[in-house]
């Protein structure tokens, strides 16, 4: 068994390169129907998102013609589902004929490594560019079956943790603080009218752009609160439960009350901008928040969510930014800054196992400064 596993030293290469990648760069394998002797990896956050281990033999450039043909169309069916602007693909071919041509990287989105042994790898400006390190983790000191049995436990392992991880993210959680603010969003619509006091409740702390500029800032938060009707209410209440419960099931509780505070206070600072001295009640800028919150879920898990980012959660956004534009007495303004700063919060607190530090530091230098020129706009500009 060992002699027909390990003797061949390109199944040896394959497997090195199998640890290298799924291990050290966490590249995840892609079923792909119908190809064989090829194996296709993927990692969304590398600058080569694909990388391609060709083991099956290519004789001629009819040949090598007709491959590039195949990795290209397949590649757009990935950039397509993965929402991608572009997809840079690596083939590496461990049995490249004499015969094929020498110019195998004419395509910036398609480069080609031609690999007969092992320091051809170490030797390739290509693979030492994108891959410093490469040349020190192929490295090892088992040899044989020991080698074999040692890479298929660190990938297996490697698999294992990958899993738990995203089993962490998705899993179902209790969404206390989404019922939490469904229940205060009830309590603040039904109070008033138990006291009788509901025009005078919605005339002291809805968005009112002069009020605020006069000082009183509370605004800016108690009038995401307040809704003027119960359809108001009701299809905001569910909106919030279908859309926030799965944000707070992502993020946390703690992240998931910061971004919607941040959205409905983006929202509110837009109202005052764009909406003059129009009064402005409502959570629906918070809950656009929550669903830019998702979108920037969904770009980091698009491997998991492709489908179902561009066939419902895009779609639905740009048909609320439209319709609460176009209809009268919908504050789409505040829509439109409910999502932005449920975009930019979202990139300054992180997606959970996906965002960098750098990312983040990024993230939250552009929201400050977002804030800071919204508050500029609305307090000094505006006023």
């Known amino acids: 068994m060992e002699s027909n596993l390990m003797q061949d ?58 491959d590039v043909f195949k990795t290209k169309r397949i590649a757009k069916k990935i950039q397509k589902k993965t929402l991608s602007l572009s997809i840079n693909v690596l083939s590496i071919f461990l049995n490249l004929g004499e015969n094929v041509k020498e110019n195998l990287n004419g395509n910036k989105h398609l ?63 209790t969404p206390i603080i989404t019922y939490a603010l469904i229940i205060i969003n009830v309590l603040l619509y039904l109070m008033p009218f138990l006291f009788n006091n509901y025009e005078e409740i919605i005339s002291r702390y809805c968005i009112y752009g002069y009020a605020i500029r006069a000082g009183e800032y509370y605004r800016l938060i108690t009038g995401i609160f307040l809704h003027g009707s119960v359809l108001h209410l009701v299809l905001n209440c569910y909106s919030l439960y279908i859309i926030g419960s799965q944000i707070e099931n992502f993020f946390g509780k703690v992240k998931y009350l910061i971004i919607y505070l941040a959205s409905g206070l983006m929202g509110s600072l837009f109202s005052m901008i764009f909406g003059g001295n129009t009064a402005s009640i409502g959570a629906s800028g918070a809950i656009f928040g929550l669903t830019g919150a998702l979108l920037c879920f969904g770009y980091y898990y698009r491997v998991y969510l492709g489908n179902v980012m561009r066939s419902q959660i895009i779609p639905l956004v740009v048909a609320n930014i439209v319709f609460g534009l176009v209809i009268s007495g919908i504050d789409g303004f505040g829509h439109i800054g409910g999502l932005i700063g449920g975009v930019f919060t979202t990139m300054a607190l992180g997606v959970q196992n996906k965002s960098t530090k750098t990312e983040k530091t990024n993230g939250l230098i552009i929201t400050l400064i977002l804030f800071v020129f919204a508050l500029y706009m609305a307090f000094v500009y505006t006023a």
């Open 9 to 66: 030293d390109k199944n040896i290469i394959v497997m090195k390169l199998l640890h290298y990648f799924i291990t050290e760069k966490n590249y995840n394998p892609i079923i792909l129907q119908g190809v064989e002797d090829e194996i296709w990896l993927e990692n969304l956050e590398e600058d080569y998102k694909v990388i391609r281990i060709v083991s099956g033999s290519i004789y001629n450039d009819e040949q090598f013609d007709f």
């Open 111 to 173: 480069l080609c490594v031609k690999v007969t042994e092992e320091k051809d790898i170490k030797a390739n400006k290509i693979m030492k560019e994108a891959f410093p390190d490469i040349d020190k983790k192929l490295t090892f000191s088992e040899k044989g079956m020991e080698l074999f049995m040692k890479i298929t436990n660190d990938i297996n392992k490697h698999n294992q943790t990958d899993a738990k991880k995203i089993e962490n993210v998705f899993k179902s959680k």
